[in-house]
């Protein structure tokens, strides 16, 4: 396996680990919150709300601009 | 009441269009060039600004509880991918220069916005995105 597609593969379970976790969310009485619910938690705070953003500015700077 | 609500809908409109054709304008620009990342840098240094000068406003609806132990997990993703990307981030050529061995996910999308119009939707959806946190 060349180390393409070894770090294609990487992203690919990323992704999957994220889908995975998002439907156990969605179980009732799950532990593991709705993404949703946790981005709303992380901006009632100032620190949070800054924090998201950088992260949202950091993707721009990425893929647009890097 | 109608008025207020008419003025709305008219900043609302206008902000759209603005943001369109930033997009449009800076979806143009070269990348790497000076003009593509003064594009990001000006609307990302606005929002961390308004972000940090905002007081958090009450949730009209009551935001639901967050279990800690829950919220690892998503944190334990988010750094795993911060890891992944940095691992194909340090191996590349040089900071502007992809590889082809170990892509980033933006060397990894480059062929998708590759083109003008591609690049200009995918930025009017990053400034939609930051938007949408702001307004939260």
Known sequence: MSSRAVTIAGFLLLALAGLGLHLRARRPGSRVPRFGDLLGALLETRRGRVGVVLVWWWLGWHFFAR | ?136
Not at chain 2, 19 to 48: H, Q
Request: net charge positive.
């Open chain 2, 1 to 136: 009441m109608a008025m207020r609500s008419r003025a709305l809908e008219a900043r609302g409109g206008l902000a759209v269009g603005v943001a369109v054709v930033y997009a449009w304008v800076a979806g143009g620009f070269e990348r790497f060039s000076w003009p593509a990342t003064a594009s990001v840098f000006l609307p990302g240094a606005l929002a961390v600004v308004a972000a940090g000068r905002r007081r958090p406003a009450p949730p009209a609806v009551p935001a639901r509880e967050v279990d800690p132990r829950g919220a690892v997990l998503w944190l334990a993703l988010f750094l795993g991918f911060c890891a992944w990307e940095l691992e194909a981030f340090v191996q590349q050529p040089s900071p502007t220069e992809g590889s082809w061995d170990h892509p980033t996910l933006s060397v990894l999308a480059d062929p998708v916005l590759a083109s003008h119009p591609a690049r200009s939707l995918a930025l009017l959806g990053w400034l939609a995105m930051g938007w949408s946190v702001l307004r939260r």
